[in-house]
């Protein structure tokens, strides 16, 4: 369970990917989300096992009018 504060989005919300990192490995192309989803250079890994194609977040996600 997320012990921080606001707690991070699930696994299963549409913004996981906002969960924080507690584990960085960038020279391998992956780090390990407090939510326990797995992020790739190349998609993501839920706890589920559902994988995730790599994508590009919409305008809207990065911010832009």
Avoid: Y
Wanted: charged fraction near 20%; charge should be negative; proline fraction near 12%.
């Amino acid at each position: 369970m997320c012990q921080h504060t606001p707690p991070c989005p699930t696994a299963e919300d549409s913004d996981k990917e906002a969960a924080l990192p507690i584990a960085r490995h960038p020279e391998q192309g992956w780090s390990l989300l407090c939510n326990q989803v797995l992020l790739f250079d190349t998609g993501e890994l839920l706890p589920n096992g559902t994988v995730i194609a790599p994508h590009r977040p919409h305008a809207c996600e990065r911010g832009a009018a």
